[in-house]
């Protein structure tokens, strides 16, 4: 299979192509277990395999994918003809930053493949929490086991050859109650890397996930008796669970090149970002560190080469509250320095990837992390707070299309008051301005509150993608936040 | 163009597959479902002005479903109708996973059909087909003139064709449908001031394909961001006109969080059993599922081999009852209504002003200003018990005077109930509808559309955020 993808490559390099790359994916194995209210509904097994191909002619992609293999030779044809086609429409062509030629082979660590776990055993497990599970007040209860292993071979013509397997578990608890309104209340659990080296089928831990099982029942029982959520203005104290979706959509997302360049302005947006901001934009406070990398260990954002063939970096994005890098892949960065002209990126930051053999790489988050602070643990931060919300979970997100703004709902938040927790609140909301906010950032947790969270399903692209991702984040204050609206 | 497999192949691989699955559950109080999905999806993307990436993919998926008892389990598997033996290992591998399920707390139904059925109605090979230089041609009709150096087009023209087929071992019959479709989007953005404008259309013909309009359309709101003031709104409540992409928007997550039974029952409604029959919404609001409607890619038989006819959900803004899917049916102990598929084919019908398109809108006399928001960006639900959601305005707002002048408003975030924004607050929707293509293309290709009406008024509604700038 090889010789002839190599074969083939160089056949449409003969053609006039200025490079051709090729994944293979002998197999890609996923299965997903939901048990919701002790009933399994869905034992799903999925496998697939095929080639996707890319094409660069005269400065266009052209790109075709397809399961059969039979015909490569249809496939790379396909690929050069639509280039072709786009090539008849090109406003800046495309470059690509230069990288050096590997031959390298990547494993995502893990000790026991969940793909060889029996079914049984996994249902087991499920049946197990979902006993955890009920108890009184919870109308609803949800476990969710979702487990992915996949092989990518990636060749090209500058001469990479490349070889990933890639081993994901994503699990999740939910309970689901109604209070004395009849207003539905959620509290969830999602595995995150929790410390662990590994992420087989050893990352699903019953007594760990007993534990969480009790403890968003106690908090889901919490909120139903709760009073809601003030309407005012005061400090917001994020945990990991909602801090990194803060991260994710108003840090991540912001600073995906090709969105800041406006290769998403038809569909997922564009940015606030400009490449004059570089260097020179404050987007934080001092207290705010931002980075990407892909080389945190046991991480879904840490695959060891992207789908250019770049190898995995550690990359500032937001230095002391400076913006200062971007999420990048091999030609947005030749097109944002030529733009700017300016040499604002030194060569792609390795963040192209794609979502299976069949889709197109794009730039897509690693791990966006915000590195520890000085600000000592969550209780530290919570006794030098006079008035604010301590906020976890992901209820609601809604971002503007330059995530200039946005409003998030929590699970959960309880009420800081005179630098003590108090009580649960319900229905807690906070919005805010992107920039504003960060700069209202005023503490941040030290290593105790640093927790890396996974993220299974962040879509972006047409055709659409969902990709897998990591964030590594701490406890975050922010201070003078609209909240309850 | 990738060779689209003929019904009489595919239908012969499965009734192949079928005779297998009988075979290999002769001595086994067992059902086996495959379910065919083939796609031959195209798209041609652009951005800052050029194509940004021309694709096509030619996919197909097998699903295998496996029923014993209470017991199932499902095997799915991108494959190709050359590979029969890898076909067959994956009816094995179901057969093996079932036993290993537990059993639900309910009896689930397995599909018996009654006779075969197989509807092309809504394939037309002369889109499916269309090539490569068709879909550059009409991109570069509809945005012909309106570009410049600082204005650039970003768009899609998705096409493609879809073609379902499932057999069940409890009867020899089959069902089959076939769909062509498009989804055009194109947006006409200033590359420093950040400012965007869209036209979009659906297709289900080549004949429905018509770049004249997106054109019209774009000059029209690109005039307006061209030379009309641009301000940052006041917050506080505004009367709004919503274009068919909000309209269509908040219809879609009224079919997540309203009138589905299984969603209800499962807490996650602003709506109850005990409101079936009274007055919900506005009496300007009849909304119904459709299967008579070809714009929407309908499903006239479902999953189940169920009939599908019209389903009314409100009329004069009573609602009707909710939709139930076989499988919350049976959980639910409720009474199926032809909801297994895919997609639904809402449909809000048309309300009595007279306002056929855009320019016509914005020409309109008012009485007062008035908030034009075309499309409702990262919709989210807040609260799903009180139908609460927020989303931003993105694409081409408009402020229009009540002088006849017009402004252009910086996005703004609305936060609202669905109660609110279809109920006593309407004060009117347009006569004339659009199908407003809602296709997302995450996963196996599944074209829909939802019918609305191309312009609805809802008075009082609060702006909670609203940009500074662009």
């Given at each position: 299979?090889?010789?002839?993808?190599?074969?083939?490559?160089?056949?449409?390099?003969r053609?006039?192509?200025?490079?051709?790359?090729t994944?293979?994916?002998p197999?890609?194995?996923?299965?997903s277990?939901?048990?919701?209210?002790?009933?399994?509904?869905?034992?799903s097994?999925?496998?697939?395999?095929?080639v996707?191909?890319?094409?660069l002619?005269k400065?266009?992609?052209?790109?075709?994918?397809?399961s059969?293999?039979?015909?490569?030779?249809?496939i790379?044809?396909?690929?050069?003809?639509n280039?072709?086609i786009?090539?008849?429409?090109?406003?800046?062509?495309v470059r690509?930053a230069?990288?050096?030629?590997?031959?390298?082979r990547?494993v995502s660590?893990?000790?026991?493949?969940?793909?060889?776990?029996?079914?049984?055993?996994?249902?087991?497990f499920?049946q197990?929490?979902?006993?955890?599970?009920?108890?009184?007040?919870?109308?609803?209860?949800v476990?969710?086991?979702?487990?992915?292993?996949?092989?990518?071979?990636?060749?090209?013509?500058?001469?990479s050859?490349?070889?990933?397997?890639?081993?994901?578990?994503f699990?999740?608890?939910?309970?689901?109650g109604?209070?004395?309104?009849?207003e539905?209340?959620?509290?969830s659990?999602?595995?995150g890397?929790?410390?662990k080296e590994?992420r087989?089928w050893e990352s699903?831990?019953?007594?760990?996930?007993?534990?969480?099982?009790?403890?968003?029942?106690?908090?889901l029982?919490?909120?139903?008796?709760?009073?809601?959520?003030?309407?005012?203005t005061r400090?917001?104290?994020?945990?990991?669970?909602?801090?990194m979706?803060?991260?994710?959509?108003?840090i991540?997302h912001?600073?995906?090149l090709?969105?800041?360049?406006?290769?998403?302005?038809?569909?997922?947006?564009?940015?606030?970002?400009?490449?004059?901001?570089?260097?020179?934009?404050?987007?934080?406070?001092?207290?705010?560190?931002?980075?990407?990398?892909?080389t945190?260990?046991?991480?879904?954002?840490?695959?060891?080469?992207?789908?250019?063939?770049?190898?995995?970096?550690n990359?500032?994005?937001?230095?002391?509250?400076?913006?200062?890098?971007?999420?990048?892949?091999?030609q947005m960065?030749?097109?944002?320095?030529a733009?700017?002209?300016?040499?604002?990126f030194?060569?792609?930051?390795g963040?192209?990837?794609?979502?299976a053999?069949y889709?197109?790489?794009i730039?897509?988050?690693?791990?966006?992390?915000?590195?520890?602070?000085e600000?000592?643990?969550?209780?530290?931060?919570?006794?030098?707070?006079?008035?604010?919300l301590?906020?976890?979970?992901?209820?609601s997100?809604?971002?503007?299309?330059?995530?200039e703004q946005?409003?998030?709902?929590?699970?959960?938040?309880?009420?800081?008051?005179?630098?003590?927790?108090?009580?649960?609140?319900?229905?807690?909301?906070?919005?805010?301005?992107?920039?504003?906010?960060?700069?209202?950032?005023?503490?941040?947790?030290?290593?105790?509150?640093w927790?890396v969270?996974?993220?299974?399903?962040?879509g972006?692209?047409q055709?659409n993608?969902?990709?897998?991702?990591?964030?590594?984040?701490?406890?975050c204050?922010?201070?003078?936040?609209?909240?309850?609206? | 163009m990738?060779?689209?497999?003929?019904?009489?192949?595919?239908?012969?691989?499965?009734?192949?597959?079928?005779?297998y699955?009988?075979e290999?559950?002769?001595?086994?109080?067992?059902?086996?479902?495959?379910?065919?999905?083939?796609?031959?999806s195209?798209?041609?993307?652009?951005?800052?002005?050029?194509?940004?990436l021309?694709?096509n993919?030619?996919?197909?998926r097998?699903?295998?479903?496996?029923?014993e008892d209470?017991?199932?389990?499902?095997?799915?598997?991108?494959?190709?109708?050359?590979?029969?033996?890898?076909?067959?290992?994956?009816?094995?591998?179901?057969?093996?996973?079932?036993?290993?399920?537990?059993?639900?707390?309910?009896?689930?139904?397995?599909?018996?059909?009654?006779?075969?059925?197989?509807d092309?109605?809504?394939f037309?090979?002369?889109?499916?087909?269309?090539?490569?230089?068709?879909r550059?041609a009409?991109?570069?009709?509809?945005?012909?003139g309106?570009?410049?150096d600082e204005?650039?087009?970003?768009?899609?023209?998705?096409?493609?064709?879809?073609?379902?087929?499932?057999?069940?071992?409890?009867?020899?019959h089959?069902?089959?449908?076939?769909?062509s479709?498009?989804?055009?989007t194109?947006?006409?953005s200033?590359?420093?001031?950040?400012?965007?404008v869209?036209?979009?259309?659906?297709?289900?013909?080549?004949?429905?394909?018509?770049?004249?309009?997106?054109h019209?359309?774009?000059?029209?709101?690109?005039?307006?961001?061209?030379?009309?003031?641009p301000?940052?709104?006041?917050?506080?409540?505004y009367?709004i006109?919503f274009?068919?992409?909000?309209?269509?928007?908040?219809?879609?997550?009224?079919?997540?969080?309203?009138?589905?039974?299984?969603?209800?029952?499962?807490?996650?409604s602003?709506?109850?059993?005990?409101?079936?029959?009274?007055?919900?919404?506005?009496?300007?609001?009849?909304?119904a599922?459709?299967?008579a409607q070809?714009?929407?890619?309908p499903f006239?038989?479902?999953?189940?081999?169920?009939?599908?006819?019209?389903?009314?959900?409100?009329?004069?803004?009573?609602?009707?009852?909710?939709?139930?899917?076989?499988?919350?049916?049976?959980?639910?102990?409720a009474?199926?209504?032809?909801?297994?598929v895919y997609?639904?084919?809402l449909?809000l019908a048309?309300?009595?002003?007279d306002?056929?398109?855009?320019?016509?809108?914005?020409?309109?006399?008012?009485?007062?200003?008035?908030?034009?928001?075309?499309?409702?960006?990262?919709?989210?639900?807040v609260?799903?018990?009180?139908?609460?959601?927020t989303?931003?305005?993105?694409?081409?707002?408009?402020?229009l005077?009540?002088?006849?002048?017009?402004n252009?408003?910086?996005?703004?975030?609305?936060?609202?109930?669905l109660?609110?924004?279809?109920?006593?607050?309407?004060?009117?929707?347009?006569r004339?509808?659009?199908?407003y293509?809602t296709?997302?293309?995450y996963?196996?290709?599944?074209?829909?559309?939802?019918?609305?009406?191309?312009?609805?008024?809802?008075?009082?509604?609060?702006?909670?955020?609203?940009?500074?700038?662009?």
């Amino acid at each position: 299979m090889l010789d002839q993808i190599k074969k083939q490559i160089e056949h449409i390099q003969r053609q006039g192509a200025t490079y051709v790359d090729t994944r293979w994916y002998p197999y890609e194995e996923s299965n997903s277990l939901i048990m919701w209210n002790g009933n399994l509904k869905e034992a799903s097994f999925m496998r697939q395999s095929g080639v996707g191909v890319r094409v660069l002619y005269k400065g266009a992609w052209g790109f075709s994918a397809s399961s059969d293999v039979n015909d490569l030779a249809g496939i790379y044809a396909k690929a050069f003809d639509n280039a072709r086609i786009a090539a008849e429409r090109v406003t800046f062509p495309v470059r690509l930053a230069e990288k050096d030629a590997i031959q390298a082979r990547f494993v995502s660590p893990n000790r026991i493949n969940p793909m060889t776990v029996p079914l049984a055993e996994k249902v087991s497990f499920l049946q197990q929490m979902d006993e955890k599970l009920n108890q009184p007040g919870v109308a609803q209860r949800v476990a969710f086991l979702n487990f992915i292993r996949k092989q990518i071979v990636f060749i090209d013509s500058e001469g990479s050859e490349i070889e990933k397997e890639i081993t994901e578990v994503f699990a999740q608890l939910s309970v689901l109650g109604q209070d004395a309104q009849g207003e539905v209340h959620e509290r969830s659990f999602n595995l995150g890397q929790e410390g662990k080296e590994t992420r087989g089928w050893e990352s699903i831990d019953s007594q760990f996930f007993s534990e969480q099982a009790d403890r968003i029942v106690k908090e889901l029982n919490e909120i139903l008796v709760a009073e809601p959520c003030p309407k005012d203005t005061r400090s917001v104290i994020l945990l990991p669970g909602i801090m990194m979706l803060q991260t994710h959509e108003t840090i991540g997302h912001a600073l995906e090149l090709d969105r800041i360049l406006g290769y998403e302005l038809a569909y997922a947006g564009g940015s606030f970002v400009t490449l004059q901001d570089f260097g020179a934009l404050r987007y934080g406070s001092e207290k705010l560190t931002a980075r990407a990398d892909a080389t945190l260990p046991n991480s879904p954002g840490s695959f060891g080469y992207d789908d250019d063939g770049i190898p995995a970096q550690n990359n500032l994005l937001i230095d002391k509250g400076i913006l200062v890098g971007a999420i990048t892949g091999r030609q947005m960065v030749e097109e944002a320095n030529a733009k700017a002209r300016r040499q604002i990126f030194n060569g792609s930051s390795g963040a192209n990837r794609a979502t299976a053999f069949y889709r197109v790489p794009i730039e897509r988050m690693t791990n966006i992390n915000i590195d520890p602070g000085e600000d000592g643990a969550l209780e530290d931060i919570i006794a030098k707070t006079e008035k604010g919300l301590v906020m976890d979970g992901t209820r609601s997100w809604s971002i503007g299309s330059n995530r200039e703004q946005f409003h998030f709902a929590t699970e959960i938040a309880w009420l800081v008051e005179d630098g003590q927790k108090t009580r649960v609140v319900k229905n807690p909301t906070y919005m805010g301005k992107t920039l504003e906010f960060y700069n209202s950032l005023s503490a941040v947790g030290d290593r105790s509150t640093w927790k890396v969270e996974f993220v299974a399903n962040c879509g972006k692209g047409q055709p659409n993608q969902i990709m897998q991702l990591g964030h590594g984040v701490p406890v975050c204050r922010f201070d003078n936040v609209r909240v309850g609206e | 163009m990738a060779t689209i497999n003929t019904n009489e192949r595919i239908l012969d691989t499965l009734h192949g597959l079928r005779k297998y699955a009988l075979e290999k559950t002769a001595r086994r109080k067992m059902a086996v479902g495959l379910r065919y999905h083939e796609e031959d999806s195209y798209l041609m993307r652009f951005a800052n002005s050029a194509i940004s990436l021309n694709t096509n993919e030619h996919l197909i998926r097998l699903e295998i479903v496996a029923y014993e008892d209470r017991r199932r389990a499902s095997y799915e598997l991108i494959t190709d109708l050359g590979k029969l033996d890898e076909m067959k290992q994956g009816v094995d591998t179901a057969i093996e996973l079932v036993s290993h399920a537990q059993p639900l707390t309910y009896q689930p139904t397995i599909p018996v059909y009654a006779e075969t059925f197989c509807d092309e109605s809504c394939f037309d090979p002369a889109l499916a087909h269309i090539s490569n230089n068709e879909r550059l041609a009409y991109f570069n009709q509809a945005a012909a003139g309106l570009e410049t150096d600082e204005i650039r087009l970003s768009g899609i023209f998705s096409n493609g064709a879809t073609t379902l087929a499932m057999v069940f071992t409890t009867s020899e019959h089959a069902q089959l449908f076939r769909f062509s479709d498009a989804q055009i989007t194109a947006v006409l953005s200033h590359s420093g001031l950040k400012w965007e404008v869209i036209a979009e259309a659906s297709a289900q013909r080549k004949v429905d394909l018509d770049a004249g309009k997106i054109h019209r359309d774009l000059a029209t709101m690109l005039n307006h961001y061209q030379h009309d003031a641009p301000q940052q709104l006041p917050l506080g409540r505004y009367d709004i006109i919503f274009g068919p992409a909000a309209i269509a928007e908040m219809v879609s997550v009224m079919n997540w969080i309203g009138f589905d039974g299984g969603m209800m029952k499962r807490g996650y409604s602003f709506l109850s059993e005990s409101q079936v029959g009274k007055k919900v919404l506005s009496d300007q609001v009849n909304l119904a599922d459709d299967p008579a409607q070809r714009e929407t890619f309908p499903f006239r038989r479902d999953l189940y081999g169920m009939k599908r006819g019209y389903f009314p959900i409100f009329e004069r803004g009573i609602f009707q009852g909710f939709i139930w899917s076989q499988d919350d049916a049976d959980e639910f102990k409720a009474r199926p209504t032809g909801h297994s598929v895919y997609h639904t084919s809402l449909a809000l019908a048309g309300g009595g002003k007279d306002v056929p398109h855009l320019q016509e809108m914005i020409a309109m006399p008012r009485e007062r200003d008035l908030l034009y928001i075309p499309y409702l960006h990262y919709m989210n639900i807040v609260n799903p018990s009180k139908g609460v959601f927020t989303a931003s305005s993105r694409f081409g707002a408009l402020l229009l005077r009540q002088d006849g002048s017009v402004n252009i408003p910086y996005n703004v975030r609305l936060t609202q109930s669905l109660l609110d924004v279809f109920g006593e607050q309407v004060d009117w929707l347009s006569r004339q509808t659009v199908a407003y293509n809602t296709s997302g293309s995450y996963g196996s290709r599944n074209p829909s559309a939802v019918i609305v009406p191309i312009f609805m008024r809802v008075n009082d509604l609060e702006i909670s955020h609203s940009n500074a700038s662009y």
